[in-house]
């Protein structure tokens, strides 16, 4: 398994020229197809569905305004991946509202890289909880890049979540190929007084057969999983954390948080996540 299209969203956020430029880096490491989409931002339903004149006067100026800026971000898309080097690389601007068009987009493309929306700017194109709405509405796994990230390289030192779900596991699975690449590689099962964690050997012989050499740090802690991930991979020096999205149900997870939104909120390295 490798990666032959990568996705990274292209939008006007501050950060955003750094969440393109570790996608076009990961395109040239594995020579895959890089994908850059902007959206317009505004749902397909909404003016299309509101008549012809009204999508003709009322919406038409606000629509094109909306439309040469997507044009305007996805040019300067092209000139950055072509200053890395990309081989192959196109843009693409998709007339629908961010989450819903990116979702989608993620359907055809191994691996998605958004940028997590600075806390700074609410309004930004798709709200502050796109990465979770893409993570579970889509189709593949996500990379999501921190706003204060500055830096391109990741991959080298990944931290993996583990928990034994059926999230995790796909998590793993799709991190193959840079856990193959890496430096090091420690799988951290982090427990709780309620569920003390336990060592999963058979794990690390899964890896093993992927060639991957994987270290199993095990850690029952009384603080939030999250925090204590975020905490290891400062300890480590990780500049990749990998880990399952959404392990309890939907709707307790969203109502009362957890790992997945703890880390989205307050993540310091890229992470890689799969629902």
């Given at each position: ?34 994908l ?26 606000y ?15 092209e ?23 990116l979702?989608?987009?993620t ?9 997590q929306?600075d ?157």
């Amino acid at each position: 398994m490798s990666y032959k299209t990568i996705l990274v969203h292209v939008d006007d956020a501050p950060q955003a020229a750094t969440s393109i430029a570790l996608a076009a880096l990961l395109a040239i490491r594995f020579d895959a197809h890089l994908l850059g989409v902007a959206t317009s931002g505004v749902s397909r339903f909404f003016y299309r569905d509101a008549g012809a004149d009204l999508a003709r006067t009322v919406l038409a100026p606000y629509m094109d305004e909306r439309l040469r800026t997507a044009e305007s971000l996805l040019a300067r898309f092209e000139a950055l991946a072509a200053r890395t080097g990309v081989r192959w690389y196109e843009r693409r601007l998709i007339d629908d509202e961010t989450g819903a068009a990116l979702a989608l987009a993620t359907r055809y493309a191994d691996l998605a890289v958004l940028c997590q929306p600075d806390p700074a700017r609410p309004n930004a194109a798709g709200g502050i909880d796109l990465p979770a709405y893409t993570l579970l509405a889509g189709a593949h796994p996500l990379l999501v890049v921190p706003y204060i990230q500055t830096g391109a390289v990741v991959g080298q030192c990944i931290l993996v979540a583990w928990n034994g779900s059926r999230q995790a596991a796909r998590a793993v699975s799709a991190a193959l190929p840079l856990l193959r690449q890496a430096d090091s590689v420690v799988i951290a099962v982090v427990g709780t007084p309620q569920a003390p964690a336990q060592s999963d050997d058979e794990l690390l012989a899964w890896l093993a057969s992927h060639d991957v050499d994987a270290e199993l740090v095990a850690d029952t802690t009384s603080l939030e999983v999250g925090d204590c991930l975020l905490s290891l991979a400062a300890d480590r020096a990780s500049d990749l954390l990998v880990m399952g999205g959404y392990g309890h149900a939907r709707v307790r997870e969203l109502l009362l948080g957890g790992a997945t939104r703890t880390i989205l909120k307050t993540m310091t390295i890229p992470v890689l996540m799969a629902h």
